[in-house]
Every structure is written in structure tokens, then in C-alpha cells.
């Protein structure tokens, strides 16, 4: 069974720019998330989705940031315009469905997102 | 105040020994904990998950939790090289509050010496 797949694996852009990080969730797996771990600091949680609704985005650092899900399936973090704050590694995720079983979450290889 | 606190390490330990692994957390409502390993430019791999007080074992790995004190810990028997890893500690809210969101901690760098 194919695990949580990221594209791409880096990406390196210039401020301003506009950059679209791809997810593929562990097939049937109603719940996908994005974190992010920035340079020195832990993992951060950005968003949960459940199915293609929005569950929580509190972490969702402004505007600039913009996730969708569309038909449930895979799922795109898009960031424009790119600040240098921006540069880390950003991490999805994917559990199953609701209650206990469905918090264990199984993680992508990431993207490194370099902002020059 | 940080939610999740690990000692940053790193934490050598011989082949053959017992590595601890400590974790502390700030929030009385956290239910799950989990247990990850990342190795150096790869995803943190689930190797542990536990909801109850006491002891949970898999293999060379037992965690254990204790809800009053907010701390959970790793052990990890019989220290191979292959260990070596940073070992990250992650909670949240559980299934029954739909909190899915984890809290991490920094990570534990083990080094097991050959």
C-alpha cells in the first residue's frame, strides 16, 4: 500500500513568488493535514481536513496560505505571494476516519520550500 | 509556556542498552500520544501510539503514560544503531473531542554507539 506522497520534494522560489505543494493521502483515508516545521522549531500544525471540508485551520498562519481538497481526495497548499518566513518543510499527513483509531496519523516524505 | 516539552538531547547510549525518552505536556485534555521516529531528510515514522495510563509494548519499544503527572515515555530496549533517529513527541485532544491536531515537541536526537 502506497504511504503519503508529497510533490515536490524541494522547491526553491523567489519572494513574491507563488509556489502549489501537492498531497496524496494513504488511500481511503478520510482525514488529511498539513504541518510545517520551520527552521529550529518543532512541527507545526496548519490544517485538518475530513473528506474535502475544512475540520480546523487554526493554524493556517494568514492569507497568503490557501489549502483545498478537492473531491476528497488529493490535496494542494498553495502560498502567494511567498515570504522569506515561508522557507521550511511542509509535512502532510493522513489518518483514518473518526475516534480513536482515526488520530493516528502517518506522515509524507515533505517539502523543503526554500523562499530567496 | 511550550504544549510539549523533550529534552533536545542528543542522548548517547551503548548497543545493547535501554534509551528512556521523556516527554511532558502541558494540556490536561490531551488523550492520544504518540510516539515518532524521523531520520536525517526522511518523515516521522509512527512507532508508538498510547490512551491509557500504564505500559503499552511492541516489540523492543514501551510507552508509558501517566495522565496525572502529563508526562509520557519512550523505551527502547536492546539499542541497535539502526536507532539512531530523532525521536519526536506528539499529543492531542483524541477521537472523542475531535481534536485531531497534534502538538509536537522538539524531537530527542539518540546516537547508539556501536
Known amino acids: 500500500e502506497a504511504g503519503v506522497t508529497q510533490f515536490p520534494s524541494h522547491s526553491v522560489i523567489e519572494k513574491g513568488q507563488t509556489v502549489t505543494l501537492r498531497c496524496d493521502p494513504i488511500?481511503?483515508?478520510?482525514?488529511l493535514y498539513w504541518y510545517r516545521r520551520v527552521m529550529g522549531k518543532e512541527i507545526k500544525f496548519l490544517l485538518h481536513?475530513?473528506?474535502?471540508?475544512?475540520?480546523?485551520e487554526s493554524g493556517m498562519p494568514n492569507n497568503r496560505f490557501l489549502a483545498e481538497r478537492t473531491g476528497g481526495t488529493y490535496s494542494t497548499l498553495k502560498v502567494q505571494p511567498a515570504e522569506l518566513e515561508d522557507s521550511g518543510v511542509y509535512f502532510c499527513?493522513?489518518?483514518?476516519?473518526?475516534?480513536?483509531?482515526?488520530?493516528?496519523?502517518?506522515f509524507g516524505q515533505g517539502t523543503r520550500l526554500t523562499v530567496v | 509556556q511550550k504544549e510539549v516539552e523533550q529534552n533536545s538531547g542528543p542522548l548517547s547510549v551503548p548497543e545493547g542498552a535501554i534509551a528512556s525518552l521523556n516527554c511532558t505536556y502541558s494540556d490536561r485534555g490531551s488523550q492520544s500520544f504518540f510516539w515518532y521516529r524521523q531520520y536525517s531528510g526522511k518523515s516521522p515514522e509512527l512507532i508508538m501510539f498510547?490512551?491509557?495510563?500504564g505500559d503499552k509494548e511492541d516489540g523492543r519499544f514501551t510507552a508509558q503514560l501517566n495522565k496525572a503527572s502529563q508526562y509520557v515515555s519512550l523505551l527502547i530496549r536492546d539499542s541497535q544503531p539502526s536507532d539512531s533517529a530523532t525521536y519526536l513527541c506528539a499529543v492531542n485532544g483524541g477521537g472523542l473531542s475531535n481534536d485531531y491536531k497534534l502538538s509536537f515537541g522538539a524531537g530527542t536526537t539518540v546516537t547508539v554507539r556501536a
Open positions: 488511500s481511503g483515508h478520510d482525514n
Open positions: 498510547i490512551y491509557s495510563n
Open positions: 499527513a493522513s489518518s483514518q476516519g473518526l475516534g480513536r483509531g482515526g488520530t493516528e496519523a502517518f
Open positions: 481536513f475530513v473528506k474535502e471540508s475544512k475540520q480546523d
